[in-house]
């Protein structure tokens, strides 16, 4: 087993070097290498040695509670005495008001060591920038200290046996009672909805106010003590990966509860947690590509097998093709960082929301992918040992699948791309789109790409069915984005490897079939 090292030096270089981190009038180098570096041994020491164990022992039901495997709740009450839960929180409710960008590395790190560790901790970023965007005073004030102090996780309500990808199908109803609202219903797969690892939990639900569609959906709040048993659990999921995160089924019956934002605003409010779950899982995606290469590499350096052209005796990493499989894990983990840090640092500089918007559904389907492909490789790079669960690369795998499922699947992140990604605000965001690869590469193949891309541009727009072109559109838009982000990471970068992998990443084919009429 290789022990999981925080990949800390990559993430400095990534958003110190090339996602211009140093743009952001707060931003200071030195304590953002503190804080990481903190983290990083907090992870490699406490909660990556629970990685292996919670998945082979998984969460349990038991006497309608879950129960977390053996060791979390109290490295989750250290995690939460060293103030991490509060990390990016405004001051004035007892968090730390660090920028997004450290706990973007925060979270890439926590999901390297522990992805359904992190899982459960990480809705609270978003949970609590609902609350400050939607919230009353009186709901900020009661629960953001909770959160921040690590006394309250949260969760995100919203699947129901009949609406998964489609929320216009949902039915669980909130109905008023004076000044109070109770929800009754059944929602599935709520990540974290019942633990025992933090004192209180918090449930931000959708549910339905009125019969009009989507427009008919409301947020609430309720807390698990606030509900009492008017919340069962009645059942966790057996699943693939992620073993240690409990995915619940959850009754709600006449469920105390408290509107957020305005009736009928629910499911814009449900985006502010969603559009913060959706970068954190293009950060999981990352985390795992990152470690399937780390655990690759260190066996394939080692591992003696075959020859070497004059006869000498060879490991793995001196042939060819398991090089071609390591580049290619490398390049997925070091590409997939930078759009991940590039769209945060938009995102922190909020001068160019178009351009978030366009960016952010990118990174979740290429960087869930890249995390999928690159533990693949993983696997073939180990080659019976990668498909054993001695090394591990095997929990990453199965792990790493689900990224490409919640928080809307890929399919849907491709469809929106192209459709009203393109046409929202006259297509601002995908010129912001186009002006960010041309500033991040002048490279003959990149601009070659880009013509190729407006191309598939202009016929999503001019299509009677852009459904067709989807995944097309979004394989296109990923891969130039990804090209052009290795071209900035070999420029900034005195490591000729970093060349080296620039021209292996523009070298390599790109898979999409011929425009029609094209
Ligand atoms: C481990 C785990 C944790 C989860 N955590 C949470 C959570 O915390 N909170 C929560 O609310 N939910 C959670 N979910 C639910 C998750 O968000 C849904 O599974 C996801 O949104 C997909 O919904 P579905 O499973 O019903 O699939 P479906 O909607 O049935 O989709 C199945 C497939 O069909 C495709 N498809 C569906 N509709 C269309 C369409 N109109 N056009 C093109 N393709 C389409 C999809 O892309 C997908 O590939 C979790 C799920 C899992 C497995």
């Known amino acids: ?31 953002a290498a503190d804080i990481i570096g903190h983290f990083a041994s907090f992870a490699e020491g406490k ?190 999921e057996e699943k693939l990966g992620i073993h240690a995160s409990p995915t619940c089924q959850m009754a709600f019956d006449a469920t105390p509860a408290e509107l957020v934002g305005e009736l009928g605003g629910g499911l814009a409010a449900m985006f502010t947690v969603m559009n913060h779950a959706r970068i954190d899982v293009s950060l999981q995606g990352v985390a795992h590509a990152s470690r399937a290469y780390d655990v690759a590499a260190i066996y394939a350096a080692e591992r003696s097998q075959g020859r070497k052209s004059d006869g000498s005796p060879a490991v793995l990493a001196d042939h060819a093709d398991v090089r071609r499989m390591l580049d290619r894990q490398r390049s997925l983990a070091l590409g997939a960082r930078a759009m991940t840090h590039l769209t945060l640092v938009e995102l922190e500089k909020g001068d160019a929301p178009d351009l978030v918007d366009f960016l952010t559904p990118v990174c979740k389907v290429f960087c869930t992918e890249a995390g999928m492909e690159a533990a693949d490789l993983g696997i073939q790079v180990l080659g019976g040992y990668g498909y054993l669960t001695e090394y591990r690369v095997s929990q990453t795998w199965r792990d790493a699948r689900i990224t490409a499922i919640y928080e809307g699947a890929n399919g849907i992140h491709a469809l929106a791309l192209a459709t009203r990604g393109l046409r929202v605000k006259g297509g601002a965001g995908a010129d912001a789109f186009e002006a960010l690869v041309t500033r991040l590469s002048g490279h003959s193949e990149v601009t070659q790409l880009l013509e190729h891309w407006r191309l598939w541009r202009a016929a999503c727009l001019t299509s009677d069915a852009p459904a067709e072109l989807a995944h097309d559109f979004t394989k296109l838009t990923c891969e130039l984005l990804f090209r052009a982000c290795w071209c900035c990471i070999a420029d900034v970068s005195e490591d000729a490897e970093m060349s080296r992998l620039r021209d292996v990443v523009l070298q390599a084919p790109v898979a999409i079939r011929k425009l029609p009429n094209g």
């Open 1 to 31: 087993m290789t022990p999981f090292k925080a990949p800390i030096d990559d993430i400095l270089f990534s958003l110190n070097k090339v996602a211009g981190a140093d743009q952001l009038p707060d931003w200071d180098a030195e304590t």
């Open 47 to 236: 909660i990556a040695p629970l990685d292996e164990s919670g998945d082979a022992q998984g969460a349990r039901l038991v006497d309608g509670r879950v129960k977390m495997p053996d060791g979390f709740v109290a490295t989750y009450r250290a995690l939460a005495e060293g103030g991490w839960q509060g990390l990016s929180a405004p001051e004035e409710f007892g968090g730390m008001e660090q920028n997004c960008l450290i706990a973007a590395a925060v979270s890439e790190i926590f999901s390297g060591a522990n992805h359904a560790m992190q899982m459960v901790c990480n809705l609270v970023p978003g949970a609590i920038s609902t609350l400050l965007k939607f919230g009353t005073d009186a709901q900020k004030q009661e629960w953001i200290p909770l959160m921040t102090a690590g006394e309250v996780l949260s969760t995100m309500c919203l699947t129901e046996p009949g609406a998964g990808s489609d929320l216009s199908r949902i039915r669980t109803k909130a109905v008023q009672d004076g000044d109070q609202w109770q929800i009754s219903g059944e929602k599935i797969f709520i990540s974290g909805g019942d633990q025992d690892m933090s004192d209180d939990i918090l449930h931000l639900v959708l549910a339905r106010t009125s019969d009009e569609g989507v427009k008919g959906l409301s947020l609430f709040l309720t807390g698990r003590t606030m509900a009492g048993d008017t919340i069962k659990i009645t059942r966790i």
